[in-house]
């Protein structure tokens, strides 16, 4: 009877086992490195060079691969990388094609210093100046996270001549369940009430009537035509609407942020956007 019930555990038994173990175990191991709820820590990296007349000063963040490092996280480190190399200004030399292929740090800071290099290499009999405003180039970021998502934000300034230099902004948003790319705009089923909401804290951060003038708002729009930003993503405090300069108002305005907290956005955007539970 003993050697009955053992070969019914061997043949039988066991082998079921061994199948839901592997089913549920094993992806449940997979899962836990592949986490998308696990801490991240988001670190800022520098690329700093000061020769001549180049001022180079660039921040930009990229998340820390010493504690939790997998596929995903190197997917997201790498898109901004990609994004921070079609921030540099092209010139007859330094090309949109070489910017092609450039997803890391290291790859960054050469593509930086080829474009310093080429950008202000003296050309034949040109005039010398005494006094020259460096050739810069810097930008900052900021970043948010949560179980759903990844947001991040990153301005840049370039200076290369002229009146003023080039401003470039970009909100990054992913999905931490596979690290991909979107855009918040088609996500959003009312555009009305989001606009609603945008004029009503504009004029709040600012003291103004609802119904202010062109001359009171200085935009170059009027409030009821305030047009929804391509820039859109998280911070802290909620959803952040960014225009650029000459978006909706002149240079001397700056770049233009609305924020909209969490609460208020109830109906604003589509169910298929999992944000927050």
Request: charged residues 20%.
């Amino acid at each position: 009877m003993k050697r009955i019930y053992t070969h019914v555990f061997l043949h039988k038994i066991l082998p079921i086992f061994l199948i839901l173990y592997i089913l549920t175990f094993l992806p449940a191991c997979n899962y836990f490195l592949e986490s998308p709820h696990a801490k991240l820590s988001i670190q800022n990296k520098n690329i700093s060079y000061l020769k001549g007349d180049i001022d180079i000063k660039m921040d930009f963040p990229q998340i820390d691969t010493s504690t939790q490092s997998n596929s995903l996280i190197h997917k997201i480190n790498r898109d901004i990388c990609v994004v921070m190399a079609q921030v540099v200004p092209t010139s007859d030399k330094f090309t949109l094609e070489m910017k092609q292929g450039i997803d890391n740090p290291k790859q960054l800071k050469e593509a930086y210093i080829r474009w310093a290099t080429d950008f202000v290499s003296p050309q034949p009999n040109e005039n010398k100046v005494d006094f020259i405003i460096p050739y810069q180039i810097s930008s900052q970021w900021k970043a948010f996270y949560n179980d759903k998502i990844v947001s991040i934000y990153i301005q840049s300034y370039a200076f290369t001549g002229g009146a003023h230099g080039m401003f470039d902004a970009r909100f990054l948003n992913f999905f931490r369940v596979d690290s991909k790319l979107f855009e918040l705009a088609p996500f959003v089923q009312d555009t009305l009430a989001l606009m609603d909401l945008a004029r009503k804290e504009f004029c709040r951060q600012r003291a103004l009537p609802l119904n202010a003038t062109t001359e009171q708002t200085t935009l170059f729009v009027e409030l009821a035509d305030l047009p929804m930003p391509s820039l859109m993503g998280f911070t802290s405090k909620g959803l952040e609407l960014a225009y650029a300069p000459y978006e909706i108002a002149p240079w001397s305005t700056g770049a233009i942020t609305i924020t909209l907290p969490m609460s208020s956005l109830k109906n604003v955007f589509k169910s298929n956007l999992k944000l927050f539970d």
